[in-house]
């Protein structure tokens, strides 16, 4: 299957992509900053997966300077709200990246 190419992502392709990548969690990526706030605010993988296949969209989609779509979504999760920034990749596939949580 080949890769769409996006001139304008809007919430709900955003929401499709996240959601399917949560479903395959080999395609979630965790940054080392992320990974590093993980600790800090006692975020959890798990956390991560829940608000990726249940949240909503807080920061609509927009290209960064690498070509690649960032947002953030947000869902209430074991007893707060947490907020995940994500970068989408495109290369052999769609592929997400998470970039920090709050």
Not at 80 to 93: E, F, H, L, P
Request: glycine content about 4%; aromatic content about 6%.
């Amino acid at each position: 299957m080949t890769s769409v190419e996006y001139l304008k992502m809007t919430d709900a392709d955003a929401l499709r992509i996240l959601r399917a990548c949560a479903a395959d969690d080999s395609k979630v990526f965790i940054s080392q900053h992320a990974r590093e706030r993980m600790v800090q605010r006692k975020i959890t993988r798990p956390q991560i997966l829940r608000c990726l296949e249940n949240g909503k969209i807080s920061e609509s989609p927009y290209r960064d300077p690498k070509g690649d779509w960032r947002c953030a979504i947000e869902h209430y999760t074991a007893g707060s709200v947490i907020t995940v920034a994500v970068a989408i990749k495109y290369n052999n596939g769609e592929r997400t990246v998470i970039v920090t949580v709050f």
